[in-house]
């Protein structure tokens, strides 16, 4: 197609404000998918996504339009549409998905009007030199603020009410006209050529390629696994054209393999016989090895001579836990899942680990605790394997007193006192937009959690915007449940890890029965050390089960014991079922079975169930 009747664009959000929905009837008045087929939020294809409402990944779909529809001009457009995640966690999936197009419709919900979400990826949008065409939704709902929210998105994106179109999701209102402005107001690639670098623009020049004949080059920004037909990747064609069986390269990778096929997402893959600039498709690779494919490399024609394209940024993970499996015969398999889930989830790191109480296992990272939550969850599933996952932490830095340098990502490893110099610890900046009588409640919370406010302004229709520093450590401490219930849930948050600060933090150890567990080691902060210290004995004495012995539940911070409880043993008294008899029998009897007692306890170690982890993960502080 003439790249100057494509429209490549996304729908950015903050989360739940109907951009899936939205993407529904945009399939439906483009005849992508027949009414009698369509189910909501028809994107969402997995099968979480559908249980949970959410969007957890991006999902790129091919649609047809013709400006104003039979009274336009007749010329039909391809519209390469990509519905993007709102959560929080799942930003990379939004940054990625804005590399591939011009442009993008900003969703604001008429009902929750701008969120702090909205702000994160509108930025990221216009770093992205994107087109913004703000959009306002759910405007059927008896409880939209329709006029309000325009104004406030206006003001925001300092344009005029009327460049604000409104739509709904549920009835289709306003679709045909988002259509019709998509394409006045988008630039197509041609026009946008945001690719083509000074760089390329010099060697163009230099080789006398003009960007028009280039060949075949094209960014991964996604890729999917089948065991039938290996990976397959979802690229953005910036120049030139492919087909099937035509000789392509992974630029990065250094690999030259020959495209099984190529095709276009309908939303279905749907082969094509080719696919060329400024088109949105995929391309089977018949790779079937891991660590080849990556988001962000350049998918090029053997003949290509330009250098990569530049790529994305690979995300930091935020949070870390151990994920063991129940059986360590399971171990093969959970490595085998690791490395499959990898490739469709790039984000994932993972390294081999061992702890004494639950084997062998591996040590992952994670975008955040919903990405935690859901990968582990298609581990289960997707794979069959029963999983032990252990408290998230947080990476530090540590500089220790022989000069060494090194990041910890498990608290077990993290340095004794004495060894350290310092630690630093990520910092977010946060962003929380919320009534302004929530403001003093929320005040405690913030100071309990370490913030420090550095911006405070009046927001749209009577809102306060906060923004702040805190380190992500107190941000993991249950802070977006305690703002939400503070808030009655009209708060909404947004951050960005920015910076590493000195911290002071301490490690925890938890004894059971005198011996350390690793999986329960953590770091604290110091004037918290104490309190976090009792917290967990209690809640494991709690949760932990009676053995024949009794044993003992410590921890230990700053090298002393700051918390002891004892479990006590099961009484099973022999003794007392004896009837009559003389008493010293009985005393006889005791006796022996508290030596019984007492040797258990030497050798038999309390054995932690698994649940006991998993209650003591989802406790969280
Ligand atoms: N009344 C009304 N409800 C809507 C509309 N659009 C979406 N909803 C409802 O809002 C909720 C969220 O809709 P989704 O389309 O899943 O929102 P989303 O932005 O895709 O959510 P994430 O992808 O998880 O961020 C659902 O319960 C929808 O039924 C609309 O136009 N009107
Ligand atoms: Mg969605």
């Known amino acids: 197609m003439n790249p100057r009747y494509i429209r490549n664009f996304s729908i950015i959000a903050h989360i739940d404000h109907g ?41 790129p779909v091919r649609m047809k339009w013709t400006v104003g529809g039979k009274t336009g001009d007749g010329q039909e457009y391809m519209m390469n549409l990509i519905d993007t995640p709102g959560h929080i966690d799942f930003s990379y999936e939004v940054s990625r998905a804005l590399k591939a197009v011009e442009g993008s419709i900003l969703l604001v919900d008429a009902t929750q009007g701008v969120q702090a979400q909205t702000l994160t990826t509108l930025n990221m949008a216009r770093e992205g030199g994107l087109v913004i065409v703000p959009v306002v939704s759910k405007i059927d709902s008896p409880l939209a603020r329709t006029d309000e929210v325009v104004k406030e998105l206006a003001e925001l994106l300092k344009c005029s009410e009327s460049d604000v179109i409104k739509v709904s999701g549920k009835t289709g209102e306003g679709v045909s006209r988002l259509l019709d ?39 991964i920004f996604d890729f999917q696994y089948s065991n039938h037909i290996g990976v397959i ?105 690791l490395s499959r889930l990898r490739l469709s989830d790039s984000s994932i790191t993972y390294e081999e680990e061992a702890s004494g109480t639950l084997g062998k296992g591996y040590r992952c990272g994670f975008l955040g605790m919903l990405h935690l939550e859901i990968v582990t969850e298609r581990l289960r599933r997707e794979f069959n ?111 960005d890890i920015t910076e590493n ?37 209690d809640r494991l004495y709690d949760i932990m089960p009676r053995e024949l012995f009794s044993y003992k539940i410590q921890s230990v911070a700053l090298g002393r014991i700051i918390s002891s409880r004892t479990i006590s043993g099961k009484r099973k008294d022999a003794a007392g079922t004896l009837s009559g008899g003389d008493i010293t029998r009985k005393m006889k009897l005791r006796e022996k079975q508290k030596e ?21 993960m989802r406790s969280g502080d």
């Open 19 to 59: 951009k899936s929905t939205l993407a529904d009837r945009l399939l439906e008045v483009t005849g992508t998918i027949e009414k009698r087929k369509m189910q909501e939020q028809v994107l969402d294809s997995m099968e979480l996504e559908r249980e949970r409402g959410i969007t957890i990944k991006l999902t």
């Open 181 to 219: 402005e998509i394409i006045k107001r988008v630039p197509s690639p041609e026009e946008a050529n945001h690719w083509q670098s000074e760089l390329q623009k010099e060697e163009n020049k230099k080789t006398g390629i003009s960007p028009t004949v280039e060949q075949f080059r094209s960014l």
């Open 233 to 337: 990747v979802y690229v953005r064609v910036i120049s030139g054209s492919a087909k099937r069986h035509e000789k392509l390269v992974f630029k990065v990778a250094g690999r030259e393999f020959e495209a099984i096929d190529v095709g276009i997402f309908t939303p279905a893959e749907t082969p094509v016989t080719s696919l060329s600039a400024g088109e949105i498709g995929y391309i089977v690779t018949g790779i079937k090895e891991p660590g080849i494919a990556s988001v962000g490399d350049t998918i090029a024609s053997v003949k290509d001579t330009l250098p990569p394209l530049p790529g994305y940024m690979t995300p930091r993970p935020v949070v870390w836990a151990s994920v063991y499996p129940e059986s360590q015969d399971d171990l093969a398999m959970l490595r085998q899942a």
């Open 385 to 495: 394997l029963n999983l032990v996952v252990t408290m998230p932490t947080i990476t530090y830095e540590v500089t220790l007193k022989n000069g060494e340098k090194k990041n910890i990502y498990s608290p077990s490893l993290f340095p004794e006192e004495n060894d350290l110099v310092s630690v630093s610890e990520p910092i977010v900046t946060m962003k929380i937009i919320l009534p302004p009588a929530y403001l003093s409640g929320i005040m405690k919370s913030l100071y309990d959690h370490e913030a420090e406010i550095i911006g405070t302004e009046n927001f749209g229709d009577n809102r306060t915007l906060l923004t702040m520093l805190m380190p992500l450590r107190e941000l993991m401490r249950n802070f977006f449940d305690e703002v939400k219930s503070i808030s009655s849930g009209y708060a909404s948050i947004s951050y």
């Open 501 to 537: 600060r000195i911290a002071d933090v301490v490690r925890m150890d938890v004894l059971v029965n005198d011996e350390p567990v690793p999986a329960f080691a953590r770091v604290v902060s110091r004037r918290r050390a104490e309190q976090e210290a009792v917290n967990t004995v």
């Open 596 to 616: 019984g007692r007492a040797r258990l306890k030497e050798h038999g170690a309390v054995i932690i169930p698994q649940d006991v982890f998993v209650k003591m």
